[in-house]
């Protein structure tokens, strides 16, 4: 066995093999089952795809309790087997039961080995059982002569002894047998065989792409070497050839037209063979090199031929798996200049001593160019002067920094691939210019109410020369707000102790020849009320620069007044002549070349100057301009018992400075419906301490100023009640303007008056002087009005209803009919002086029911009895809301011929009512109708007249009830029930005609 484990051992050896100890793993509570006679482990692999599930069972004790129960089994079948066969058949049945049961239950599976030693029981039993019955009786007889002839033999040590040897081997037999029904079948594994698990429910197996298998290096390498006679592994090959660790550069800064830059380059080389490195140091010279303490073997220019590969293969693994991957390359390195020649394994060291030249631009030493790093390099300078300005260009770090003592060490990182661009200039040397270096500039001054704006455009230019940094220079009194340009990286602004703003302005790409740059220049304040504001005018100059030049031009806004106070070096220039309009003016230039700041006021301009060199001085002041704006305001207020409304017209004007914001004043309980403002963009509301106490302030935001005049329109509702019929007058006023008047007319309802109470800065004038601005429709409503001057006024009214006047005219009308006879009664209201809604009348009895009143805004009709000799009844009206004017009840009613032959006469009732005349007319269609003058004495009938057909009242009468009536009668008696119009009917003869005959007829046709 030991020799059998030692062939194998191979098939565990490997990178990652893993040691198993399940001991180990049940004390550290690793992943398993626990059960009573097993442990349940679950392996997964380091991918954590493939998994091992394994087993551990206790076989010893399910061998055990088999074998035990097996045993008791056949001892209980022992004692029955001389019952009867219905006993022991019943004992055999019971124990197969119990079997089946434990084996079909999965709860119970690790006790099948216990169920099948039952089974094996009961077989034999079975079997002793058959052969018991069959040799009993000759078995019985042989057992007895044995057993006494062994007795006297040996007196029964010699029985106990084969007893005891036969169990023994029975047991070992049925050990034998028990293990191998188990299943345990031994196999014969070769000593190179590789064994893979896998899982007997999904098979067949099919190999996965994902199935690995680990085998020992040595073993793979000599498979594929076998398989692949002419290729080699990739572990075959070296990562890399050659290393470069820790490169570290230093140089000292001083003023000289050249650098010295030493270097330390560490070389790790993983291979015997002779290399042969390249060194991209571009335009650096070599002054010494040293490999290892000796001179060092270099070439200088690019081989023809290749270089010796130093990641040739890796790198085609690699950029293979890139392009699989979708992976960005690395960037590729510079050409190399220079080759250095190395050889031996293991670490080298190379000393590099490099000169470079320097480049000037004004004060500024400039210092660029790449040096050979590995993954990453650094550099140390040491700057020899303090108070020194470095920059650096392109730099992953920081960009600038200054040193405050001598001989102050600074180190930073090279770029990618080696690249350095910096620059150093001692404070000294800033007065230093660039001859090369000119500027014209354009200084556009912006004089708002929020504060001055500058605008400073500055053209460079540079002959034959590059430069990536600039520096302008601008006075601490204003605030740089932005630098613009179109190949600008970054900007930064510091304060020199001179009191000025350097600012710093680095380029992306180096610019040729020239640089447009733009630099916005703010300073806020408060607008200026009451008082001057006094300021300079920023002095701009660009410190390189040996020429500079340039304009300005001031602007100032409509609501401001600037004039100068001192100028100093500056000469007068035309506005139209200044060379910067296109900026202003914003003909299609670009955002950073043209001013886009809006201003609402559209700023003018005002002055312009010229300047040569930075000597220059000019100081202005601002006054905001005085407001001459009027206000007038008229006002039309509608009161009734339910609600007051207001509509007022504000014509507000100015002659001097356009009107941006209009603020109102009105009452606090006032519901804004309309507020409608030439341009208006916006509008709010706000509480506000009027002088008759809380108020709200209305403002009006307008889209641009409005000069001249432009009405504002206010239309509301007032949510208050009036108390005791008295409140106050709604008040309005302007803010911020110099004056204001106006008139407040009140109009109310027909049925009330409007009286002014305790007046205060205001008068009450006639209504007549209000006609030239109220509309026709409005006038009969006007009540009165009130004129003030200032917004110090205030007054109160008093709602006082009117009494009522009320005049009644009415029209009877019989129409007689072969049918009916058709009356109709007509009652012509006239209200005056303020509205009516109940009106009252009396009709005859018998119209109670049977007639039909019509009339217009009826909400109810009250019939109402009166005495019972009474022949009348009392008739109300009353109306949804009071009427004036004209108001018709029309009642109407049909009734035959014969049963009553005076017309009905209504009563007008009412202490405000008057009767202008009560009319009565008869009307036939074909009946002649006679009217009884005389009563039964031969005496004229009183208390009406009848009308003749020239006169005035028929021609009412006619007007109302048309022109086909017979007679009409007025009137006369005060009370009309007194009054008796008899009438009678007499029917005209009806002649035959259908019998007459026309004997001769002549007709005559007039043609024109």
């Known amino acids: 066995m030991i020799g059998r484990q030692a062939e194998l051992v191979w098939a565990l050896e490997g990178r990652n093999s893993l040691d198993i100890n399940l001991v180990s793993r049940i004390h550290s509570n690793g992943t398993y089952k626990l059960s009573s006679d097993y442990l349940l482990y679950e392996f997964g692999n380091l991918g954590g795809v493939a998994a091992v599930e394994g087993q551990v069972v206790r076989k010893s004790f399910g061998i055990v309790l088999g074998w035990v129960v097996a045993l008791v089994i056949l001892a209980l079948g022992v004692l029955v087997v001389r019952k009867d066969a219905k006993v022991k058949r019943r004992f055999l049945v019971l124990v197969l039961l119990l079997a089946i049961v434990v084996s079909a239950l999965p709860q119970f599976i690790a006790y099948r080995g216990v169920a099948e030693m039952m089974f094996a029981s009961v077989i034999v039993l079975m079997v002793g059982y058959i052969v018991f019955h069959m040799l009993r009786p000759g078995m019985s007889w042989c057992c007895k002569a044995v057993f006494s002839s062994l007795i006297k033999f040996s007196g029964g040590k010699g029985v106990r002894t084969g007893l005891v040897l036969l169990s023994l081997l029975t047991g070992l037999q049925n050990s034998i047998q028990a293990q191998q029904i188990a299943g345990v079948i031994p196999v014969d594994v070769p000593k190179d065989a590789v064994v893979v698990p896998y899982d007997p429910s999904a098979l067949p197996v099919h190999r996965s792409d994902d199935q690995q298998l680990l085998i020992p290096l040595k073993r793979y390498t000599e498979l594929f070497k076998r398989a692949y006679p002419g290729l080699t592994l990739e572990h075959e090959y070296l990562p890399v050839k050659y290393a470069f660790n820790g490169v570290e550069y230093s140089t000292s800064l001083y003023?000289?037209?050249?650098?010295?830059?030493?270097?330390?380059?560490?070389?790790?080389?993983?291979?015997?063979q002779e290399l042969i490195i390249g060194l991209p140091l571009g335009d650096l010279v070599i002054e010494y090199a040293t490999l290892d303490e000796k001179p060092a073997q270099m070439k200088v220019g690019v081989p023809q031929?290749?270089?010796?590969?130093?990641?040739?293969?890796?790198?085609?693994?690699?950029?293979?798996?890139?392009?699989?991957?979708?992976?960005?390359?690395?960037p590729v390195p510079a050409a190399a200049s220079h080759q250095l020649l190395i050889s031996g394994k293991g670490q080298h060291e190379l000393r590099l001593g490099l000169r470079m030249p320097i480049a000037r631009q004004g004060g500024w030493r400039i210092a660029s160019g790449q040096l050979p790093i590995g993954v990453s390099g650094m550099m140390n300078l040491i700057v020899l002067e303090a108070n020194t300005e470095l920059r650096w260009n392109n730099h992953l770090g920081r960009s600038e920094y200054r040193t405050s003592q001598a001989n102050e060490e600074v180190v930073s990182s090279l770029g990618i691939n080696g690249l350095?661009?910096?620059?150093?200039?001692?404070?000294?040397?800033?007065?230093?210019?660039?001859?090369?270096?000119?500027?014209?500039?354009?200084?556009?001054?912006?004089?708002?109410?929020?504060?001055?704006?500058?605008?400073?455009?500055?053209?460079?230019s540079f002959?034959?020369?590059?430069?990536?940094?600039?520096?302008?220079?601008?006075?601490?009194?204003?605030?740089?707000?932005?630098?613009?340009?179109?190949?600008?990286?970054?900007?930064?602004?510091?304060?020199?102790?001179?009191?000025?703003?350097?600012?710093?302005?680095?380029?992306?790409?180096?610019?040729?020849?020239?640089?447009?740059?733009?630099?916005?220049?703010?300073?806020?304040?408060?607008l200026p009320t009451g008082k001057s504001d006094q300021f300079n005018i920023p002095v701009v100059s660009v410190p390189d620069a040996v020429s500079q030049k340039g304009t300005i031009l001031i602007r100032r806004s409509p609501m401001l007044n600037v004039v100068i106070d001192a100028a100093?070096?500056?000469?007068?220039l035309d506005v139209n002549e200044f060379p910067g309009l296109?900026?202003?003016?914003?003909?299609?230039?670009?955002?950073?070349?043209?001013?886009?700041?809006?201003?609402?006021?559209?700023?003018?301009?005002?002055?312009?100057?010229?300047?040569?060199?930075?000597?220059?001085?000019?100081?202005?002041?601002?006054?905001?301009?005085?407001?001459?704006?009027?206000?007038?305001?008229?006002?039309?207020?509608?009161?009734?018992?339910?609600?007051?409304?207001?509509?007022?017209?504000?014509?507000?004007?100015?002659?001097?400075?356009?009107?941006?914001?209009?603020?109102?004043?009105?009452?606090?309980?006032?519901?804004?419906?309309?507020?409608?403002?030439?341009?208006?963009?916006?509008?709010?509301?706000?509480?506000?301490?009027?002088?008759?106490?809380?108020?709200?302030?209305?403002?009006?935001?307008?889209?641009?100023?409005?000069?001249?005049?432009?009405?504002?329109?206010?239309?509301?509702?007032?949510?208050?009640?009036?108390?005791?019929?008295?409140?106050?007058?709604?008040?309005?006023?302007?803010?911020?303007?110099?004056?204001?008047?106006?008139?407040?007319?009140?109009?109310?309802?027909?049925?009330?008056?409007?009286?002014?109470?305790?007046?205060?800065?205001?008068?009450?004038?006639?209504?007549?002087?209000?006609?030239?601005?109220?509309?026709?429709?409005?006038?009969?409503?006007?009540?009165?009005?009130?004129k003030f001057r200032g917004p110090n006024y205030a007054a109160k009214f008093q709602l006082i209803p009117r009494d009522v006047s009320v005049n009644c005219r009415t029209f009877t009308n019989v129409h007689v009919t072969d049918r009916a006879v058709e009356e109709t009664i007509l009652l012509e209201y006239t209200v005056s002086n303020a509205g009516e809604r109940n009106f009252s009348f009396r009709l005859p009895k018998y119209m109670k029911g049977k007639s039909i009143i019509s009339a217009q805004y009826v909400q109810r009709v009250i019939w109402e009895d009166?005495?019972?000799?009474?022949?009348?009844?009392?008739?109300?009206?009353?109306?949804?809301?009071?009427?004036?004017?004209?108001?018709?009840?029309?009642?109407?009613?049909?009734?035959?011929?014969?049963?009553?032959?005076?017309?009905?006469?209504?009563?007008?009732?009412?202490?405000?009512?008057?009767?202008?005349?009560?009319?009565?007319?008869?009307?036939?269609?074909?009946?002649?109708?006679?009217?009884?003058?005389?009563?039964?004495?031969?005496?004229?009938?009183?208390?009406?007249?009848?009308?003749?057909?020239?006169?005035?009242?028929?021609?009412?009468?006619?007007?109302?009830?048309?022109?086909?009536?017979s007679e009409a009668f007025v009137v006369t008696a005060q009370d009309p029930t007194a009054v008796d119009i008899l009438y009678s009917v007499r029917s005209n003869k009806v002649l035959n005609r259908d019998a007459a005959k026309i004997r001769l007829a002549t007709t005559y046709v007039a043609v024109d």
Do not use: C
């Open 866 to 965: 009166e005495a019972e000799d009474s022949d009348y009844v009392t008739v109300r009206l009353l109306l949804e809301d009071e009427v004036l004017n004209e108001y018709r009840v029309l009642i109407q009613m049909d009734r035959q011929s014969g049963e009553n032959t005076r017309p009905p006469i209504p009563v007008i009732l009412g202490e405000n009512v008057g009767v202008l005349g009560q009319f009565v007319s008869l009307e036939s269609s074909g009946d002649q109708i006679s009217v009884k003058d005389l009563d039964q004495d031969g005496n004229q009938l009183a208390g009406f007249e009848r009308l003749n057909r020239q006169s005035v009242q028929w021609r009412d009468v006619t007007a109302v009830l048309g022109d086909r009536i």
């Open 568 to 572: 100093k070096g500056l000469s007068r």
């Open 582 to 786: 296109h900026r202003v003016n914003g003909n299609n230039q670009p955002e950073a070349q043209a001013i886009t700041r809006e201003n609402p006021l559209l700023i003018q301009s005002l002055l312009a100057y010229q300047f040569s060199g930075n000597a220059y001085a000019l100081t202005l002041s601002a006054t905001e301009i005085a407001s001459r704006s009027l206000a007038n305001l008229k006002s039309l207020v509608r009161v009734s018992p339910q609600e007051i409304t207001l509509e007022s017209m504000i014509r507000v004007s100015d002659s001097r400075r356009p009107v941006h914001q209009v603020q109102l004043v009105v009452p606090q309980d006032l519901v804004i419906r309309q507020l409608s403002v030439p341009g208006l963009v916006e509008w709010a509301e706000d509480e506000y301490d009027a002088i008759i106490g809380k108020a709200k302030l209305v403002t009006a935001l307008l889209g641009q100023g409005i000069k001249g005049g432009f009405n504002v329109i206010l239309e509301g509702k007032l949510e208050r009640k009036l108390e005791n019929m008295t409140t106050t007058v709604p008040y309005l006023a302007v803010l911020g303007v110099q004056s204001q008047y106006g008139e407040t007319v009140l109009l109310s309802d027909p049925s009330f008056d409007v009286e002014l109470l305790d007046v205060q800065q205001g008068e009450s004038v006639a209504m007549a002087s209000m006609f030239g601005w109220l509309r026709s429709n409005q006038r009969p409503l006007a009540r009165t009005a009130l």
């Open 305 to 330: 031929g290749p270089l010796a590969p130093n990641v040739a293969p890796q790198a085609q693994v690699q950029q293979q798996a890139e392009q699989q991957q979708d992976v960005q390359p690395a």
């Open 463 to 526: 002959r034959n020369s590059t430069r990536d940094l600039f520096r302008l220079r601008v006075p601490t009194g204003m605030k740089v707000e932005a630098v613009k340009g179109a190949n600008i990286r970054s900007w930064e602004v510091v304060n020199d102790e001179a009191g000025n703003q350097d600012i710093s302005i680095e380029m992306l790409e180096a610019a040729q020849n020239t640089a447009q740059l733009r630099v916005s220049l703010v300073r806020y304040r408060a």
């Open 255 to 272: 003023e000289d037209n050249s650098l010295l830059i030493e270097g330390v380059i560490g070389i790790d080389v993983f291979t015997d």
């Open 420 to 460: 350095f661009d910096f620059r150093w200039r001692p404070v000294i040397q800033e007065s230093l210019t660039d001859r090369d270096l000119t500027s014209q500039s354009e200084l556009i001054i912006d004089v708002q109410e929020d504060g001055v704006y500058a605008d400073w455009f500055v053209n460079l």
